[in-house]
């Protein structure tokens, strides 16, 4: 355990605890502080996340049949409420246009003059209820759409994934698709800096010892070779360690975005235009984000003990570490964490690939330890 | 005891070391040889770096490979050069190591106050290591190979970057230290282990040319070794007659200490007893690392 | 004589060529992305072929007459429903789901469906350009990024200058040339941005390791002590410099080399070259790539090679004045790469009302974010007319002196 904690001691220095500040820095300046300064980005957007959160307190997660009726009555009080202020507007009425209905239909070529003054109530006033009312009618076309759309999609070529997706329960849970998007986003932007974390902490796990000429002392000790599975350890203690405290920071800025009351809504929401494999809640699916990037960073810490051992030098090391670090960064932007289980690919790619990399992970690090335990030290 | 039985080794198709045996019991052996002569590859096996290609090594009748961890806890090893932290002072690094030879945290901490004194470095324990001097340093790895007060201790060069009052100060302690332990001294000063070690062992074309005391080893020259003066004008044909092994300039004559077989044709000729660095060049004149050094 | 020994001290990592060939097999496969367009896009050649790519009224009329026949065909195959269709697509979009047509005619419906595309936008060009207001373009940005006061002023002012180049464009006819329907298959943007962005960062890679390690190579091999204490001494840093900066010509020869052919074999470029980089077919976006000079596809892909091999040459004037002063290939790197990022970042802490926003733009860690605007008037923080030229003029200067300042003083540094 002592061994452990100083092989930990030895990969934080303060010039690598700055550089870590300064990655981190830019990284949530250049990819991250977007997604929580604009979510939900704009209007209707922002109306439409209002609308479904008010709508999970009043239904729950799902919105049954019954329970849409009764979202309907409520965009009738609206569209009620509407009406009045259209026909409270003279021009509107000296036009003849005393609702929503006629309001909402109304184009510029008729008139200009008219249609400026509508932009101006819309975009300049941003009178609350016409946005409302917008995000309202997309929530109930797509409520009342997605049963053909599912069927007539020609991208999700699997029958049996439509019939499972129509019969299910959650298809009718509440869950805007930007609200997955967004966190989706966030989360591969995060697993991305913490794979770029671990490959500059713990690169230098082996190298510093060849580097300051110390592998003689110490493999003549009485911990002897075993020391490279201690190392093995406190790369992995420090790859948890990174990845724990990057998370537990950016679960706290994410707690901004204010999404829990989606936790329990399924990822088969009737709100999605793409497709997700699993019928699991947004909660579930936030697991499944957090347990894909642990294991990422186990697998970027095996594959950088395994060449601060075999490499010589720092440049070999940062060279050797480049196609690493583009490969792993591709993979979670494609399907390992962004659109983790979407249907552009097919469910088995992500497990196995997760498979993959975990049993390269573990194929290399044996294979050393194999060698390490007999080999000559010149 | 330890034993090498028969050991050698090889590096691809080079043979560093040809079937040696030795045995070594408490006491100061002096390692011998001109660098290239295979005196690290030896050491590095006895320290577990290397493994013979052939042989065993064997501590207390069992081969040190199976007794793993057992006879590493017993080894103390002096790298000729070792590594350490820039960052780290001598107290920190000096825990580290004893973690890595699996001490207590609290006996460590006592040794290293102990070991630190012992090697004069009680006063700047918490200076960084990268204001240490060369000396300072090799101090340092000193009381790191003592740390774990082992049964065999095995130093590469270890009085390189000492000054001679360290070197004193060294060899005395290994004199106390050897009483109940094996150490390995390898080096190729010879008056390093000249006045330390119990027996010299000597290595040549990858083979163990001597194992014994000094006074035995000196008897090899007995009667062959002889000073005397030269015309510097007559320096070179002397030169090119007779195995010069050491050569001072006093006015205009040179005194030249050189061996030979025939016994003394000159009267001229002073007899003078043998020394351990006589023999030294003597063994290793044909040696292609020893080419122009001078004494 | 001794940049032989240095450049032989490059060759021997082998890191940089796995690299490069890591850098080259990455870049084969961002080529191919677009492979799936390969027989779309061939229409457009034998149509380039036929009626040559200036979209004139002769042309038109030739390529109109043609397009009846085709049409024509059209409506014979498709007799059995009484309809008349007046366009392939209409057809097409008919029958999507039954395919009542067999394997010839459908190839042949949607050979036919391209060659409507490349007719009917043509049709349409003028009236888009009589449309397209440039002032809008401007309300649009500033809205968008919340612009105010000056900034918001000159980006008025700078979409003023491009509506006057719009104009000497449109009587150039320089919109009006056949080319990739990019709407579609988005060329440009594979091209310049994806291919273009990928090999900047790779060579920036390269750049910064070859630089460093060779800069850096006597500290690490714990040889300084020799070689800078032999007759030549200090001056072999420059030796270095040199060096590295012959290795990093070969290194773009060889990646942009490789990159370039694999692109254009797999896409058939021939009777393009010339078309110019501005027509209505290269656009991707609502605003089309409007130059800010009368450039042909292949005067602009000189002009990215070259401003590409300029930017590298600058990276690399930084990394050696990093590298004479840190002494250390790892510390470099990551040094390189903070004020990189650093540099694209900078321009965000400016207030948005402010014209620091733009001057703040004119380094080249911005420049190689958007390779495929250059010398173009569409990038809204980068669409002055000379902001390429002043952004490499300047940083020239400024590595220029950097890296003469840092020899000088490696001459008088200590070395411990």
């Known amino acids: 355990m002592r061994i452990i904690l100083y092989e930990i001691g030895k990969l934080f220095n303060w010039k690598v605890i700055g550089l870590l500040f300064l990655l981190s820095f830019l990284f949530y300046q250049l990819f991250l502080s977007f997604h929580f300064e604009y979510f939900p980005n704009g209007r209707p957007a922002g109306d439409h996340f209002k609308i479904t959160k008010q709508m999970i307190a009043k239904y729950g997660p799902e919105m049954n049949k019954k329970e849409y009726e009764n979202f309907k009555k409520t965009y009738e009080k609206e569209v009620n409420k509407a009406d009045k202020y259209v026909a409270s507007q ?86 805007p698709d930007y609200v997955i998007a967004n966190f989706s986003n966030l989360i591969s932007m995060v697993g991305i800096l913490i794979v770029l974390s671990v490959i500059i902490v713990v690169s230098r796990i082996h190298i510093i010892e060849y580097q300051n000429n110390a592998i003689t002392l110490q493999y003549t000790t009485m911990e002897g070779r075993n020391l490279f599975k201690k190392k093995l350890v406190a790369a992995m203690v420090t790859a948890t360690m990174i990845t724990t405290v990057y998370l537990g920071i950016f679960f706290q800025l994410y707690a901004q975005n204010e999404t829990s009351e989606f936790f329990a809504s399924s990822l088969f929401s009737f709100e999605f235009n793409g497709h997700y494999w699993l019928d699991i809640t947004f909660f579930q699916y936030i697991i499944a984000s957090v347990v894909g990037v642990y294991l990422l960073s186990f697998v970027t810490a095996a594959i950088s003990t395994y060449l601060s051992r075999v490499v010589w030098s720092y440049i070999s090391l940062i060279g050797s570490q480049i196609p690493i670090a583009v490969v792993l960064i591709l993979l979670i932007k494609e399907y390992l964490i962004t659109r983790m289980f979407g249907m552009q690919y097919p469910v088995y790619l992500t497990i196995g690939t997760y498979i993959g990399l975990l049993l390269i992970g573990g194929a290399v690090l044996s294979f050393r330890w194999k060698k390490e335990r007999i080999i000559d030290i010149v | ?97 004893a973690a890595l030879k699996g001490m207590e945290k609290n006996t460590a901490k006592q040794k290293i106050t102990e070991l630190l004194k012992l090697v004069g470095l ?28 082992p049964k065999i201790l095995i130093l590469d060069e270890p009085t390189s970057g000492l000054d001679p009052k360290e070197r004193a100060r060294f060899r005395k302690l290994l004199n106390v230290l050897a009483q109940d332990r094996i150490i390995i001294l390898s080096t190729h000063i010879v008056s390093d282990v000249e006045s330390i070690a119990n027996q010299i062992i000597m290595i040549k ?74 023999v030294f060049l003597y063994i290793y004149q044909d040696d292609a690392t020893l080419a122009g050094s001078t004494v | 004589m001794i940049i032989k020994h240095e450049l032989w001290k490059i060759a021997k990592m082998p890191i940089i060529w796995f690299l490069l060939l890591f850098f080259i097999g990455l870049n084969v496969l961002i080529s191919l992305t677009n492979t799936d367009f390969k027989e779309d896009m061939a229409v457009l050649k034998d149509l380039v072929r036929n009626y040559g790519h200036d979209i004139n009224v002769e042309m038109m009329t030739d390529l109109g007459d043609d397009y009846e026949e085709k049409v024509a065909w059209v409506n014979h195959i498709a007799k059995h429903d009484g309809k008349t269709y007046e366009h392939p697509s209409e057809l097409l979009d008919t029958y999507i789901s039954e395919k009542p047509f067999n394997e010839d005619e459908m190839q042949k419906l949607w050979q036919y469906r391209s060659i409507e595309t490349y007719y009917r936008v043509s049709q349409d060009i003028d009236e888009f350009y009589q449309k397209l207001d440039l002032k809008d373009s401007a309300s649009a940005i500033i809205g968008m990024y919340g612009m105010k006061d000056a900034a918001a002023d000159t980006v008025r002012d700078q979409f003023q200058k491009l509506d006057r180049r719009l104009e000497e464009l449109i009587e150039n006819g320089e919109h009006k040339h056949l080319f990739f329907h990019n709407k579609v298959y988005e060329m440009h943007e594979l091209l310049f941005e994806k291919i273009g962005r990928a090999l900047i960062f790779e060579l920036m890679l390269l750049f910064v390791l070859i630089t460093a390690a060779v800069t850096n190579y006597e500290f690490e091999n714990k040889t300084a002590a020799v070689s800078y204490t032999a007759k030549r001494g200090r001056k072999l840093a420059l030796a270095k410099l040199a060096a590295a900066s012959i290795a990093g010509f070969f290194v ?56 590409v091999i300029i930017i590298q040459y600058l990276f690399m004037g930084i990394t050696f004045f990093l590298s004479i002063f840190m002494k250390n290939t790892y510390l470099v790197f990551f040094c390189f790469l903070i004020i990189a990022g650093a540099g694209v970042l900078l321009p965000e802490i400016a207030p948005h009302g402010s014209n620091f926003i733009f001057y703040l733009q004119y380094t080249p860690y911005v420049m190689v974010m958007n390779p495929h605007e250059w010398l173009m008037g569409n990038g809204p923080f980068t669409i002055y007319k000379t902001y390429e030229a002043v952004t490499i003029v300047v940083w020239t200067l400024v590595t220029g002196s950097l890296c003469a300042l840092s020899i000088r003083r490696f001459k008088r540094m200590q070395l411990h």
Not at chain 1, 130 to 143: D, G, V
Not at chain 2, 62 to 69: A, F, P
Not at chain 3, 254 to 274: E, H, M, Q, R
Request: aromatic letters at 14%; one cysteine or more; glycine letters at 6%.
């Open chain 2, 122 to 149: 009680e006063n700047v324990t918490n200076k960084k290591l990268k204001k240490f001097s060369g000396g300072m340093i090799q101090r340092v790895g000193i009381a790191q190979a003592m740390l774990n007060d």
């Open chain 2, 1 to 97: 005891m330890l034993v090498m039985n028969q050991v050698s080794k090889k590096f691809g198709n080079f043979t560093a070391l040809k079937d040696v045996t030795l045995e070594f019991d408490n006491g100061i052996y002096g390692l011998l040889a001109p660098n290239g002569a295979g005196k690290t590859t030896m050491i590095k096996m006895l320290v577990t770096l290397l493994f013979p290609t052939n042989g065993e090594i064997l501590y207390d009748g069992t081969d040190i490979t199976t007794l793993d961890e057992e006879y590493r806890n017993v080894l103390g090893y002096l790298p000729q050069e070792f590594g350490y932290y820039k960052n780290y002072t001598p107290e920190k690094y000096l825990m580290y190591l």
């Open chain 3, 252 to 307: 773009i020869l060889v990646l942009i080399g490789v990159t370039f052919t694999t692109y254009f074999l797999t896409y058939d470029y021939s009777g393009l070259w010339n078309v110019p980089i501005s027509t209505y077919f290269n656009a991707e976006m609502p605003l089309p790539y409007i130059t800010w000079w009368n450039l042909s596809f292949l005067e602009y892909l000189g002009f990215f090679v070259l401003f």
């Open chain 1, 90 to 175: 003279e021009e509107f009425a000296n036009a003849g246009i005393t609702t929503y209905e006629g309001f909402k239909k109304f184009d510029r070529p008729s008139n200009p003059e008219l249609d400026n003054l509508k932009a101006e109530i819309i975009f300049k006033k941003e009178i609350d209820i016409f946005w409302e009312l917008q995000a309202r009618e997309s929530i109930m076309e797509r409520y009342e759409h997605f049963e053909e759309r599912t069927l007539t999609n020609r991208y999700i070529d699997n029958e049996e994934w439509k019939k499972e997706y129509l019969n299910s329960e959650s298809r009718h849970s509440i869950l």
């Open chain 2, 205 to 278: 074309d990858k083979k163990v040319l001597y194992k014994d005391s000094i006074t035995n080893i000196c008897e090899i020259l007995e009667g062959k070794i002889y000073e005397t003066e030269v015309e510097i004008a007559n320096a070179e044909s002397f030169r090119a007659k007779y195995f010069s092994i050491g050569e001072r300039q006093e006015r205009d004559q040179m005194t030249f200490r050189f061996i030979t077989e025939e016994k003394a044709i000159d009267p001229a000729w002073r007899n003078v007893r043998p020394s351990l660095e006589d």
